[in-house]
């Protein structure tokens, strides 16, 4: 009874892993199977592939979860035929295995939820399972099943051309300890074993490393052996033969290359034998890569050079480099397993960790004012000392949160795939950047809203074939993605080129709406901005997908509640862009600290251009606190920190003005004292702050003291009057305009 | 065993007899194994031939440690350029053999031994 109870939270805890091993797993599924679009015979993607469904069966049978393990058998059976060539992967197939892999994905969540799982998912599986069989063929005829499926026709002559043994042997080196026979193992028992996963071949026992017979302690072991294994099982089945060793064995396993000529090929020849160059394409590009070198001295990569040749796609030359990284690595003496390069964390502790960095930062940051009050300059030595580690420490924590952003946007290609089919569109996705890295915070959040915006390029910008090629477009469209670093920010871009923003039609329903004044008309960026607001949608037809009208203005406020902002780019015609800009963290900001009487407060220091002393010159302020400087010949709009703020203190004599740019705007902000550069924690409000507008978060100062942390672009939008564009009818409707704090 | 082997075993005047490996050649038997090799190898500490063959056909039982026992007795001939073959191999010994990828240990079946040392390539399929 005890051990059953004991079993039973066993699971309970594990089960959590489970899940989100199980749910990689899938994920890593539905990756291989849209790379296996464009490279159908892949054998190290479909042997992976067959590996991620395989473990999911695995891991699903320990937890008893029976639904998973019988649905995933017939998918990992079919999964197997694929692998050993017995069937080629057709445009139909892979969507069959995609539907497959949807349901997978809900038996598994159904282990979390069984209330989930109902009698028309049953059904549906019950029809999948069918499909499979169908599309699997008989167990033992290959071109018997293929009657359903004309496609699989050529089957037969598949499999003549493939080699049995598709995938080379593992190498394997295994030193067994000298304590190998006190322990009571004997490594020709294990031998044994192991030839018993597949095929050994080239037994070789190191005679080099046993002792003569006169020197030689004969409970000592010394034996060492290499040896050739031809088997279906995987790294963890082979090193598992090994277990009881493990502690006192050396083991070395090489797993198999591709190619078994050449342990580490050439990235032109590995793209001239998958078809993505001509011979002739490679060796101009080879020529030019010499010429470049004996020119500059630099020798630019083959990959770009090719890529600029012949425009191909940036994804083939990375999935070319990452297979050549891999082979070398395969090739070359010691080769660490995948798996030990990364170790899970939870996210939790790795914020737990985070913060308290935070906390130290603060904490540094007071024992330095001490030594500075103090005047004591070893004192003061030692601390600076103290901050720089503080300092490497923390940007080090932080960059372990970095995640790249390309498995964000990795999750979008099936999206694409799905609604281009149905909305009848012809769409070439392109990912570029996809390495650039991001907080994880900032991924997670911004995922959504990159999907509403994709969502729309598809459904609102591109066009039907048809209607693309009525206008001379080709009749493919283009959607690309793409991020990269800018100056202390992420920028990511949604481009694609199909029938743009009509500024006339955009204007029309914002009249039509209130939005802007009837007859007014906003200058053109304005115009485009207008899409992002509340209840706003030219699309004559709503669709499933967007037209409601609730999704842009969702997108922008997400992202601007990631401190980024969103600009939108369109010619007519030709095609839309989208920029959103994010900072890398969210959790630190450079600063420039200013005083305004009592209060301290933080600007963003990539926004502030420059301060400028200019008491005299500033005019008049209005009730909003509102004045204007003139600054080299133009008029900048400046605010008053004191009358936003309702601060009572008196104003000094000398006052600067610290000109801010955010956005397009670019406006001055009135403040007493200039205190310096200033990186710190970002502390969020509370949720009672929520509706405080002008104002981001705060931070805590080495003094204890509390600044805040100024949000730049609502400080502009009031800079420039902006409320009034869109709040005339609001303001009517509420009688009367409100002050800046609540908004 | 030729009568090669056999004259050799019994010339008179040499002090030498071929070494019988025991029947059981395993962890349990290596230290009086060892001792029992190392006294013969002192035995013959004046006879230098090229081969050593050693009568292996009443091999019973062997494993890994009575392997590596083999191994540093063809370690120590080897420092007096003599190479150590293994005569009529029983079944356990040979299959041992192969599996560890000591085949080359092994004289081929039939032989005298005159024809040199075993080709070492055994591989099981």
């Known amino acids: 009874m005890k051990n059953a109870d004991m079993d039973t939270s066993f699971i309970a805890d ?32 479909l042997d992976s592939l067959f590996r991620c469904a395989h473990t999911v069966k695995g891991s699903a049978g320990i937890f008893g979860l029976d639904a998973v393990v019988g649905f995933t058998h017939h998918v990992e059976t079919l999964l197997d035929r694929l692998r050993e060539g017995h069937l080629l992967l057709t445009p139909a197939l892979s969507t069959l295995l995609l539907q497959c892999n949807d349901q997978i994905k809900a038996l598994v969540d159904a282990a979390q939820d069984p209330d989930a799982d109902d009698a028309a998912a049953a059904a549906e599986r019950e029809a999948l399972i069918a499909r499979l069989h169908a599309a699997g063929g008989a167990a033992g005829g290959v071109a018997g099943g293929a009657a359903d499926l004309p496609a699989l026709g050529g089957a037969s002559t598949v499999e003549a051309t493939r080699p049995a043994a598709v995938l080379g ?47 030689i302690d004969p409970e000592s072991c010394h034996l060492a052996f290499q040896f050739n294994l031809q088997t279906d099982a995987d790294r963890d089945a082979i090193e598992a ?70 425009g191909m796609r940036p994804q083939i030359i990375e999935a070319a480099l990452q297979t050549q990284t891999r082979q070398r690595a395969a090739g070359a003496a010691a080769a660490p397993p995948d798996d030990t390069r990364f170790i899970r964390v939870q996210a939790d502790r790795l914020d737990a960790v985070i913060n308290l960095l935070g906390e130290l930062v603060i904490a540094g940051a007071g024992a330095a004012l001490l030594a500075r009050q103090a005047k004591q300059r070893t004192l003061i030595e030692a601390n600076t000392q103290i901050g720089r580690l503080i300092e490497e420490i923390r940007n080090g924590t932080l960059q372990l949160r970095m995640v790249p952003i390309g498995e964000t946007f990795s999750r979008f290609r099936r999206v694409v795939r799905d609604t281009a089919a149905e ?50 477009k080709p009749a493919q469209g283009r959607l690309v993605l793409s991020a ?56 004559e037809k709503v669709t499933n997908l967007s037209g409601r009208g609730v999704g842009m203005d969702v997108v922008r406020r997400n992202i601007e509640a990631l401190r980024g902002t969103v600009m939108v780019y369109s010619d007519p015609g030709e095609g839309s862009r989208i920029e959103i800009r994010l900072p890398l963290t969210l959790a630190i900001i450079d600063g420039f600290l200013v005083g305004v009487g009592a209060s301290k407060f933080i600007f963003p220091l990539e926004a502030v251009v420059e301060v400028i002393e200019a008491r ?44 801010i740019k955010s956005g397009s705007h670019s406006y001055g902000v009135m403040v007493d004292v200039l205190l310096g550069q200033h990186q710190t924690v970002i502390k969020p409000l509370g949720r009672m702050f929520q509706s405080l507008r002008g104002m981001s978060g705060s931070s805590i100062l080495g003094s204890g003291e509390v600044a805040l942390i100024l949000d730049v672009n609502s400080l502009g939008d009031f800079a420039a009057g902006k409320p009034s564009v869109l709040g005339k009818t609001r303001e009517a409707a509420n009688g009367g305009p409100k002050t800046f704090i609540q908004g | 065993m030729s009568d090669n082997a056999h004259a050799l075993a019994n010339a008179p005047g040499r002090a030498m007899s071929t070494l019988r490996l025991p029947a059981e050649l395993t962890i349990y038997t290596a230290a009086e194994t060892r001792a029992a090799w190392l006294a013969w190898c002192a ?5 230098i031939e090229s081969t050593c063959r050693v009568d292996a056909a009443a091999v019973d039982e062997v494993d890994a440690a009575g392997a590596q026992l083999l191994v540093a007795l063809s370690n120590s001939l080897a420092q007096q350029q003599t190479v150590l073959q293994l005569c009529n191999a029983s079944n356990p010994l040979r299959q041992a053999c192969e599996d560890l990828g000591l085949a080359r240990l092994l004289a081929p079946d039939g032989s005298d031994g005159d024809d040199g040392a075993s080709t070492g390539a055994g591989a099981r399929a």
């Not at chain 1, 080879?286 to 990959?303: H, M, N, S, Y």
């Not at chain 1, 923003?501 to 007859?519: D, F, K, Q, S, T």
């Open chain 1, 484 to 539: 990269c670093h800018e100056s202390g920010s992420i920028l990511i871009r949604i481009t694609d080129d199909g029938r743009g923003i009509h500024r006339e039609r955009v204007l029309a329903r914002a009249w039509e709406r209130g939005l802007v004044e009837h007859g007014v008309t906003p200058p053109d960026a304005d115009i485009l901005k207008l899409i992002f607001e509340a209840g706003f949608s030219t699309a």
């Open chain 1, 169 to 215: 042997p593992w190498q394997v080196s295994a030193q067994f300890g000298a304590d190998t026979f006190r322990n009571g193992m004997d490594p020709l028992t294990i031998l044994r074993y192991v030839a018993g996963l597949g095929r050994v071949a080239m037994v070789a026992c190191d005679s080099a490393t046993v002792p003569t017979l006169e020197l």
């Open chain 1, 14 to 45: 594990a089960l959590p892993a489970f899940l989100s091993e199980a749910r990689e797993q899938i994920a890593a599924i539905e990756q291989l199977l849209l790379q296996l679009e464009d490279a159908p015979e892949d054998r190290n993607l």
């Open chain 1, 241 to 310: 033969a090994f277990s009881f060793v493990r502690d006192d064995c050396a083991l070395r396993l090489t797993p198999p290359v591709i190619a078994a000529e050449s342990p580490a090929p050439q990235l032109g020849d590995m793209l001239v034998a998958i078809g993505a160059v001509t011979p002739d394409e490679l060796s101009n590009a080879l020529k030019k890569q010499a010429e470049a070198r004996d020119a500059t001295g630099q020798v630019p990569p083959i990959g770009e050079l090719l890529q600029n040749a012949t």
């Open chain 2, 43 to 47: 035995a013959d500490a004046d006879q």
């Open chain 1, 423 to 472: 909305l009848g569109k012809d769409v070439a996705f392109e990912i570029i950047g996809g390495e650039t890295e991001l907080d994880k915070s900032v991924v997670e959040r911004i995922a959504d809203p990159l999907m509403h915006l994709v969502r729309n390029a598809l459904d609102h910008g591109l066009e039907t074939p048809v209607q693309r090629l009525a206008t001379g």
């Open chain 1, 616 to 659: 005299s010159s500033v005019s008049k302020p209005d009730a909003q606190g509102r004045s204007v400087v003139e600054l080299r010949g133009r008029v900048l709009p400046v605010l008053s920190m004191r009358s936003l703020y309702g601060l009572e203190t008196a104003e000094p004599e000398r006052i600067s003005v610290v000109v």
